[in-house]
Nanobody, 129 residues
Framework: QVQLVESGGGSVQAGGSLRLSCAAS????????IGWFRQAPGKEREGVAA????????YYADSVKGRFTISQDHAKNTVYLQMNSLKPEDTAMYYC??????????????????????WGQGTQVTVSS
């Protein structure tokens, strides 16, 4: 049974930093791709970052480029999202998602929800001004 467990969310002031973790069980993160998504109240869930886990290829949404960094630790079977220079508009529930099976992730689609078949429960990030 695949489980993705997010942690590391919290409340910070604008300009602060948080590091989110996505710990996987029943799934080997090196097998395909992992994405981070976020959903603010009343808004669609959007992809913010992703990594092709058999490489170092990453994707970032324009809104987070230069501020967020996605990384992976295969030994810990965990993917991280380092978030710096946080802004109030980054406030959302953050979810990690994983894809398994064939075909493998397509880089051009890693920001799309339908590319993933496993989801975590989310961790809340609140940024105050």
């Amino acid at each position: 049974q695949v489980q993705l467990v997010e942690s590391g969310g919290g409340s910070v002031q604008a300009g602060g930093s948080l590091r989110l973790s996505c710990a996987a069980s029943g799934y080997t993160i090196s097998s395909n791709c992992i994405g981070w998504f976020r959903q603010a109240p009343g808004k669609e869930r959007e992809g913010v970052a992703a990594i092709l886990t058999d490489s170092t290829i990453t994707y970032y949404a324009d809104s987070v480029k230069g501020r967020f960094t996605i990384s992976q630790d295969h030994a810990k079977n965990t993917v991280y999202l380092q978030m710096n220079s946080l802004k109030p508009e980054d406030t959302a529930m953050y979810y990690c998602a994983a894809r398994s099976g064939f075909p493998a992730c397509q880089y051009g689609l890693v920001y799309k929800k339908f590319e993933y078949n496993y989801w975590g429960q989310g961790t809340q990030v609140t940024v105050s001004s």
